[in-house]
């Protein structure tokens, strides 16, 4: 399993952006699909984001958003930094939550969930808030 940290989170004003980032120091992530989730106290974890990896057969990267942040979280990796992104703009206070990202092998078109995901980072605490 990869061990994953994310950086990035902090404390932004509503409609404010930031963007998170996740490595696994010292591999790559280049065979791995990233998967990113949030989870809001007393809630359960939610999908977020999934980036799917590149191969030969379809060298562009694909992602899968949920309809709760389709239009202001984007997806992204950096397989030359060994890297994944989610850049989220005009936050809301209902963004609120502790950022995760998930190595795994699948976004499943979009239908994945946290148990499709075996190697995760310890995450990020997000705060929109004015």
């Known amino acids: 399993q990869l061990q994953l940290v994310e950086s990035g989170g902090g404390l932004v004003q509503p409609g404010g952006s930031l963007r998170l980032s996740c490595a696994a120091p010292?591999?790559?992530?280049?065979?791995?699909?990233i998967a990113w989730f949030r989870e809001a106290p007393g809630k359960e974890r939610e999908a977020v984001v999934c980036?799917?990896?590149?191969?030969?057969?379809?060298?562009?990267?694909?992602?899968y958003s949920k309809d709760s942040v389709k239009g202001r979280f984007t997806g992204s990796r950096d397989d030359t930094k060994h890297t994944a992104y989610l850049q989220m703009n005009n936050l809301k206070p209902e963004d609120t939550a502790v950022y995760y990202c998930?190595?795994?092998?699948?976004?499943?078109?979009?239908?994945?969930?946290?148990?499709?995901?075996?190697?995760w980072g310890q995450g990020t605490q997000v705060t929109v808030s004015s």
């Open positions: 998930a190595a795994g092998q699948n976004c499943y078109s979009g239908h994945y969930n946290a148990n499709d995901f075996g190697s």
């Open positions: 980036i799917s990896r590149r191969d030969i057969s379809r060298p562009d990267v694909i992602t």
């Open positions: 010292g591999f790559s992530l280049d065979l791995n699909v």
